[in-house]
């Protein structure tokens, strides 16, 4: 993906609209698939509430049809300039901030319902109260520890 788009920034391309569908397509699917790891990691979360799931599973189709916004904006955006055989993007911005946004969203929904789970399902020191959990979460074992402190990893 990277190749394509140093290609389309800097090389000859016979078709710049091509070759930034096919980028664009690259993009979608490494989002869909990443984000279907942690839709699948809510699905193991919330195994006994099946409204829990379908909500999830409904918000990971609509960031997936707003990930597809992008393969209109390259196919729209990409011009060949003069004849030179090298492109220039005309930027589009209202489709570029819904089409990353969305799946962002979705990733921190499920980051929050996942440590939503965690939380509640363990009781918190009377001294500290839920912010020992959110500076050391040494009150919890260790795997959910690992779960958690992944989490706060991802998104640093």
């Not at 379908?54 to 003069?82: K, M, N, P, Q, R």
């Amino acid at each position: 993906m990277v190749i394509l788009s140093v290609l389309e920034q800097a090389g000859p391309v016979p078709n710049c609209g091509l070759i930034a569908a096919i980028s664009a397509t690259f993009q979608i699917i490494s989002s869909a698939t990443a984000s279907y790891l942690f839709l699948r990691r809510v699905h193991a979360v919330y195994v006994g509430s099946k409204n829990v799931q379908h909500a999830f599973s409904l918000l990971w189709s609509v960031g997936i049809g707003t990930s597809c916004l992008l393969l209109y904006d390259a196919t729209h955006s990409y011009y060949e300039i003069a004849d030179t055989k090298h492109c220039i993007r005309q930027q589009y911005w209202a489709l570029l901030p819904v089409a990353f946004g969305v799946p962002v969203l979705f990733d921190c929904l499920v980051y929050c319902a996942i440590m939503h789970k965690i939380l509640s399902s363990h009781r918190t020191d009377q001294k500290k109260g839920w912010r020992s959990f959110f500076c050391h979460p040494k009150g919890l074992p260790h795997f959910l520890r690992a779960v958690f402190e992944g989490g706060q990893q991802y998104y640093l």
